[in-house]
């Protein structure tokens, strides 16, 4: 069926005006025609608005989710793009293979972890999704699939990973997933109290985990503390079937009251999250899905955050200036009085992405998610900016709904490198804000 | 060993329904009319683990084709267990009403070509003894309404010809007869989903169970069962004054 005028919203809850879904079922299909701009979409679990295009086509990829081959000596697994991750783990679990890198949650297309180069709690020791991208195709405007890999159509390989969909619309990718001989985790924690305990224990652990990342409770006043969550996947053969339960069990009906998300709730959260992670046992064994993806037991948690939605503000940072950006950061947050739930800190590795616009780089990432209080919350997050940038530091697209131009140029230096590649007809609000696209 | 002889083997539905089955003992005959999109859907039951997946494709209209397509599939497997016929199509109701020649093809693929390839099969399993047949309709065959009413229509036709095919084939051959509701499919990507939509993951559950069952009809969301009910049983006088 045709093109169709539907609002598609991102993960903090900004929406499109003015476009049109189009479905794309089958990777053999053609993009609508005409010069209207289009963009790949998938789950729309960016948070700001580079999932978001106005007044154009949406290409709704969440039928394209087919496997196209799969070798289960080698774990080399080829899968359309709007395969999701839950999709594929369901597949790949019980055959003793796991997904190479994973996000925070499950519900993300394999298309969009390619578009934003997504990382996760292996970075230090594994890299970027685009690292275990082989080969993948994507369907340009001008009607031809290319197929991209390191020795083939290497540039338009390059910019695809991380490319934001701006390179046109991912079709397939080929996969090299991690093999596993348990569906658990060995989750190690500990509490962490002071700024340099966030990075000694972590540079201390990097070794002894795969996995690795420290949250923050941000509503902490003074010396802070949190949790340092690592894990490994268990060595000892168990059955591979065990990990099971993949569907949310809690889901928000409904955008709850703005209220609902305030300093006391917010205080009470956190705290009751350190409690109850800093005193129990340290070595446990846990499925995988309560240790990638706590957050994907209550589906649609974002609609807690009410009608404005949630802010994320996400950085990196060389290592050399961690501490004190991390110092500065968490202070002027504490001081607006906006810090909410998932603050997390991570150092990154040096694996290079072949991404040319690829977030992650060594040095250390902080994320804050705020409430979006409007006029108070743009104060504080170009107040977070001068020092970000005064650090030397890069902002995250993914997470992004106001970089400007500038931010973007400095945060990418190799973004001249990657215009030649852009699809003529794509864009996305933000390839419009950042001068990527007109 | 399982053969599993699908007809519309492109559909959402099948798709799903394909993928619950694989497994190494899983033989495919898939029949349809899209040689590129049925080879994608072979591919991803292959790399699912299934024992073989077949494409065979056929044109609208063209009984020949269609008797030949299944025809190949009774030679190459001998027996099937289940057939599932999934096929159809969702019209524009406005453009039907502007040209009702459209809604010749719409009878085509929903209903007429179903009909034949199930008597197709029947023969088949009627001879052997065995095997089942599970074809797909529509909560929109229960009660015409404005907004979809050729397309109920041609659902609606398949529940009388299931009844009586079951009562043919009956007691070794059960004939399930699914009505799904609005399900987020390729065929209704036109229209903003609602919380009444359902997953063709959801609809394959059901058919799964259903088959075990023996059931003759089931709704998918079960609920759907009560609501088609209570609508029925509301006064045509009100009935007719809906226009969803």
């Known amino acids: 069926m045709g093109p169709h005028a539907k609002t598609f919203y991102s993960w903090g809850r900004r929406s499109t005006t003015g476009a049109q879904g189009f479905d794309l079922a089958w990777k053999e299909d053609s993009l609508p025609s005409g010069s209207t701009p289009l963009l790949a979409a998938g789950l729309g679990r960016s948070y700001g608005d580079s999932c978001l295009l106005d007044r154009g086509y949406m290409i709704e990829t969440g039928h394209l989710n087919r496997l196209i081959a799969f070798d289960s000596a080698t774990g080399l697994l080829t899968c359309e793009a709007g395969c999701t991750l839950a999709q594929l783990l369901e597949f790949c679990v019980p055959r003793g293979w796991f997904v190479p890198v994973t996000p925070g949650t499950k519900f993300v297309t394999v298309g969009g972890c390619v578009a934003n180069d997504v990382h996760g709690k292996n970075h230090h020791r594994a890299g970027s999704f685009g690292c275990f991208v082989q080969r993948l195709g994507v369907r340009r405007s001008d009607g031809t699939a290319p197929v991209c890999s390191p020795t083939e159509n290497s540039g338009l390989y390059r910019a695809t990973i991380g490319g934001l969909g701006l390179t046109g619309v991912i079709l397939w990718v080929e996969l090299q997933l991690r093999a596993i001989r348990s569906p658990k985790i060995r989750q190690h924690t500990e509490a962490l109290h002071g700024f340099d305990a966030f990075f000694d224990v972590a540079r201390r652990q990097e070794a002894a985990f795969e996995y690795s990342v420290a949250w923050l409770d941000a509503t902490h006043r003074g010396q802070p503390r949190g949790i340092f969550i690592a894990g490994n996947h268990v060595e000892t053969d168990t059955p591979l079937d065990a990990g099971a339960p993949p569907l949310p069990r809690l889901k928000l009906p409904r955008t709850l009251p703005d209220c609902t998300v305030n300093a006391w709730t917010l205080r009470l959260l956190n705290t009751g999250y350190y409690t109850a992670n800093a005193f129990r046992r340290a070595e446990r064994d846990v499925p995988y899905n309560g240790f ?52 997390v800190v991570k150092l990154f590795g040096a694996a290079e992405s072949p991404g040319l616009l690829s977030f992650p780089r060594p040095g250390v990432t902080v994320c804050f998610d705020l409430p979006n209080q409007g006029d108070a919350t743009a104060r504080l997050l170009d107040d977070l900016d001068r020092t970000v940038f005064a650090c030397e530091g890069a902002l995250y697209p993914a997470k992004d709904y106001r970089m400007s131009r500038a931010a973007f140029e400095r945060s990418f230096p190799r973004h001249a490198e990657f215009k030649p590649f852009i699809d003529p007809r794509c864009a996305s609000n933000f390839s419009r804000r950042t001068g990527l696209t007109a | 060993m399982k053969n599993f002889l699908i007809l519309g083997a492109t559909s959402a539905i099948a798709q799903a329904w394909c993928r619950s089955q694989a497994a190494p003992d899983a033989h495919f005959w898939l029949v349809g009319r899209n040689e590129a999109r049925l080879s994608a859907v072979a591919a991803d039951l292959l790399a699912r683990g299934s024992g073989s997946a077949t494409v065979q494709t056929y044109i609208t209209g063209d009984y020949a084709g269609l008797d030949a397509a299944l025809g190949e599939g009774f030679r190459a497997h001998a027996h099937f267990d289940v057939f599932l016929a999934a096929q159809g199509v969702l019209p524009d109701q406005t453009a039907c009403e502007k040209d009702p020649r459209l809604a010749d093809e719409v009878m085509q693929v929903n209903t007429i070509e179903i009909m034949q390839a199930a008597l197709i099969v029947a023969g088949h399993f009627e001879t052997r003894g065995g095997g089942a047949c599970v074809i797909i309709g529509s909560v929109a065959g229960d009660v015409g309404r404005r907004t979809n009413y050729v397309y109920g229509a041609s659902k609606a036709a398949l529940d009388v010809f299931c009844e009586g095919l079951r009562q043919r084939l009956m007691p070794t051959v059960p004939v399930l007869f699914v009505k799904p509701g609005p399900v987020d ?31 003759a009809v089931i709704y998918s969301p079960n609920h759907w069962r009560l609501i088609m009910t209570i609508i029925r049983l509301l006064p045509r006088k009100i009935v007719r004054r809906l226009q969803a």
Do not use: C
């Open chain 1, 292 to 343: 990638f993806y706590p957050l994907d037991a209550v589906a649609d948690w974002n609609l807690a955050y009410g009608r404005k939605g949630l802010v994320q503000y996400q950085f990196v940072v060389p290592m050399a200036h961690g501490p004190e950006a991390l110092r500065e950061t968490l202070g002027k947050v504490q001081a607006a009085r906006q810090a909410s739930f998932l603050t």
């Open chain 2, 185 to 215: 499919s390729p065929m209704t990507s036109h229209i903003q989903k609602t919380a009444l939509f359902t997953t063709p993951e959801k609809v394959a559950a059901s058919i799964n169970k259903g088959i075990r069952n023996q059931s």
